[in-house]
């Protein structure tokens, strides 16, 4: 086969190791004896893209490779995608657990990816394997069309239980506050305001980021000093940040408190990157981490419907949620990672070590919470519209006394089936990106509030 490759990264995350990554996959495809046509560097913005699909286009190719070398959104893989009517498929990479930053962040890229195709239904296949191991036989089974996406059917709408109604209940009338518009290329934190009012009742107020950024400037010093010394009794290393950045983030948090008494919110939904960090100087995360140890759930990425699964996660669960990214899936460990950035609510910290203060590992600024998650039994869900179609997914894990994965606030899980078997289940559901996570087993509770929201079930 003539095979079209397009590899696609983004300059804020460790360049070198994601060219040394880039360089291993050229080596596994060109030892497949297939002719190799395209780009062999990485394409790091729209203009690169699109010359190299104009490049695959005028060569004429019989399949097409997105290589996912490191994270990024979906809008190209959507355009390469339109652009062809061969088959696609995508290579995403894991990277090692070594307690440093999330350096590829490749597999959130697959994740994004096989929403976006899934909502404008093209098919594509998937690998996700290391090009410096022993990847002939993946590399195989995915250009002989044999590791194609699928998609899962799903479940019946449950039975409403008591408890599934008191859920509901305590959802319906509650509003969310979206502060600013979800990233470009982020299909999966798009929502409609009358289907989200539809399904649970939730009325979405659609807020600027100025608004937010605007009352962090003008929080009173002595509020700020006193959020100050709470951080500073919670976290170690506080000193070791940039001051004046700390206080700008600490002040993020005083502007949700504010916003959420005067307009009465239950729940946030922030576009968080790249605003807060190149126009406000200052990280959302820890805040959010702030917000969601009392009980106020704060979504990245103005992920509303994120938002809507933390408030129904918490009611549950009686208990503070984390909504978090699924990072890295691992078949011969039978675990996978959940992360985000810094922003787990304390209260999920393993007790035997220390909160610490940290900046964002792209944008460099505080503030940010560091910590594994402790070891115990808890239960992810999403309300999804994966496909188009709203539905509850649900799944349950241990998580394990681990060391930290990667830097910020990571956790070890080994779900109740079989790594490989949740990843293919994960990629061919074309769930979101974001799960929400509570400690405990809630699935009996949230079965019955889905059959009294009218949600087909999916369970992983």
């Avoid at 997105?66 to 994270?71: A, D, N, R, S």
């Amino acid at each position: 086969m003539k095979l079209g490759i397009l590899p696609l990264g983004r300059p804020t995350f460790d360049v070198p190791y994601a060219e040394e990554n880039l360089a291993a996959m050229l080596a596994a495809l060109d030892a497949t004896g297939h002719e190799i046509v395209g780009p062999r560097e990485l394409l790091f913005d729209e203009a690169a893209t699109r010359a190299g699909i104009e490049t695959l286009t005028v060569a004429g190719v019989d399949q097409v490779v997105v290589l996912q070398v490191t994270f990024t959104d979906a809008s190209m893989t959507v355009a390469i995608g339109a652009a062809f009517d061969v088959p696609l498929s995508i290579w995403s990479i894991p990277e090692p657990r070594l307690g440093d930053r999330l350096r590829l962040n490749s597999f959130c890229g697959l994740n994004l990816a096989s929403h976006a195709l899934g909502l404008n239904g093209r098919d594509f296949g998937w690998i996700y394997a290391d090009p410096a191991g022993d990847v002939a036989g993946d590399l195989a089974a995915l250009l002989a069309g044999e590791r194609a996406a699928g998609k899962l059917a799903l479940g019946d709408v449950p039975e409403a239980t008591e408890a599934g109604r008191a859920i509901a209940e305590a959802v319906n009338g509650q509003r969310i506050a979206r502060i600013g518009e979800h990233p470009v290329g982020f299909d999966t934190c798009a929502y409609d305001k009358a289907d989200m009012k539809a399904l649970s009742g939730v009325e979405v107020d659609e807020l600027a980021l100025d608004d937010l950024f605007d009352l962090a400037r003008a929080a009173p010093a002595d509020a700020a000093a006193a959020l100050r010394k709470q951080a500073d009794a919670e976290l170690s290393g506080l000193d070791e940040v940039d001051p004046d950045e700390l206080d700008r983030s600490l002040r993020l948090k005083i502007g949700l408190d504010t916003l959420k008494e005067k307009g009465g919110y239950g729940a946030f939904a922030i576009r968080c990157w790249p605003e807060t960090f190149t126009e406000y100087g200052g990280a959302v995360c820890g805040p959010a981490a702030m917000m969601g140890e009392a009980r106020v759930p704060c979504a990245c990425e103005a992920d509303v419907y994120g938002a809507l699964t933390q408030m129904v996660l918490a009611a549950a669960a009686d208990a503070p949620v984390f909504l978090t990214d699924l990072v890295d899936m691992d078949g011969a460990d039978n675990t996978g990672v959940v992360w985000h950035c810094g922003q787990a609510p304390l209260s999920m910290i393993d007790p035997d070590v220390t909160a610490e203060a940290t900046i964002h590992t792209n944008r460099k600024q505080p503030l940010l919470y560091q910590f594994p998650l402790k070891a115990g039994e808890v239960t992810l869900m999403r309300i999804s519209q994966a496909h188009g179609r709203p539905h509850m997914v649900l799944s349950r894990a241990e998580m394990l006394k681990r060391p930290m994965s990667f830097t910020g606030t990571s956790g070890v899980l080994r779900f109740d089936r079989g790594a490989d078997d949740v990843l293919g289940d994960i990629i061919a559901s074309g769930l979101e990106h974001h799960m929400a996570l509570a400690y405990g087993d809630h699935r009996a509770a949230l079965r019955g509030a889905a059959g009294a929201m009218g949600l087909p079930l999916l369970e992983i």
